[in-house]
């Protein structure tokens, strides 16, 4: 996770007052704070610190990047705003002509609040595993910024075809497979959407659903599509966030959505493609395997390093 303290010029460089943005994000989690100038200057410690320029305004960074627990310490309060962004849900497993579905997004928020001197708990969320023929996936772990949480997203559902296991819900919904059980995993609005049911009737080219993303549920681009997330420039750089993993499909990858979705496998070739995990620091879901008469595993979804 990442937390950054804003600072905005005075007349000189040397009148540096401390504004308070505070971000945070690992391959999972994103949490970003950020304070108007009127609100008074913000003092605060934690992570790894760094700084960059945005329009003319300065921003001291607190970098928090391993899954798990820390802190964050405001010694000098006021108004925050923030981004706050779960971890990816696993991509669901292959197996013979059962292709699994994306894994949802991390639930995507943000919005205003105030901080006083105090320490603040910080969680980043792990990203879920991937599900395999004999087990299901994972969802992602939830990131939280004190009392505000955004969950994990949902599991891709996959499995054997005669006994497929559902995708599962989460922030954003994990993609339904193409086995036996069409089950979509429901996303939580406004933190995210469902995810995609995949081709009904299951025929060729056998695309499992996409997992929903931030901003669009799964199969919203094309069937097995992950959904997209949403941009945020607050970290410095603009970005995607919480896009939902691609579902797996014969013959070729379905994509993932804008914000670190996996892509989903493909079967009916030899040797079948792999899914991909979903991308680093962005809380995007593993996309889904495809097979064609072997077991194939999921991806995971965005994990901390």
């Not at 991937?130 to 004190?146: I, K, V, Y």
């Not at 559902?157 to 339904?176: I, V």
């Not at 059980?181 to 081709?199: F, K």
Request: no cysteine; proline share 4%; net charge negative.
């Amino acid at each position: 996770m990442k937390a950054t303290d804003r600072l905005a010029l005075g007349l000189g460089l040397r009148h540096i007052l401390m504004r308070g943005v505070t971000a945070a994000w690992a391959l999972a989690g994103v949490l970003v704070l950020a304070l108007p100038a009127r609100a008074g200057w913000v003092a605060a410690t934690g992570g790894t610190e760094t700084y960059y320029e945005q329009n003319g305004v300065y921003y001291h960074a607190h970098i928090f990047t391993d899954a798990g627990a820390g802190t964050f310490t405001v010694t000098q309060g006021g108004e925050v705003e923030y981004l706050v962004v779960g971890g990816g849900g696993g991509g669901g497993g292959a197996y013979h002509e059962n292709n699994g579905g994306g894994g949802g997004a991390g639930g995507f928020q943000t919005a205003v609040t105030s901080v006083v001197a105090s320490t603040y708990a910080i969680v980043v969320g792990a990203g879920g595993a991937g599900g395999t023929e004999t087990a299901p996936g994972s969802n992602g772990g939830l990131s939280a910024f004190d009392s505000i949480i955004s969950y994990g997203g949902g599991a891709g559902g996959g499995g054997k075809s005669a006994n497929s296991y559902p995708a599962q819900h989460g922030d954003s919904g994990g993609g339904a497979a193409i086995g036996n059980n069409r089950t979509v995993g429901n996303g939580t609005s406004p933190r995210g959407n469902n995810g995609g049911t995949g081709r009904i009737p299951a025929g060729t080219p056998w695309e499992a659903g996409g997992g929903g993303g931030a901003s669009q549920a799964g199969d919203t681009g094309g069937l097995g599509w992950g959904g997209h997330g949403v941009v945020s420039s607050i970290s410095g750089l603009t970005a995607f966030y919480a896009g939902g993993g691609g579902g797996g499909q014969d013959p070729s990858p379905l994509p993932g959505g804008n914000g670190g979705g996996g892509k989903g496998g493909a079967g009916a070739v030899f040797p079948p493609i792999a899914p991909t995990a979903g991308q680093a620091n962005t809380g995007g879901g593993g996309g889904g395997g495809a097979s064609d008469g072997i077991s194939i595993p999921g991806a995971s979804g965005g994990q901390a390093s």
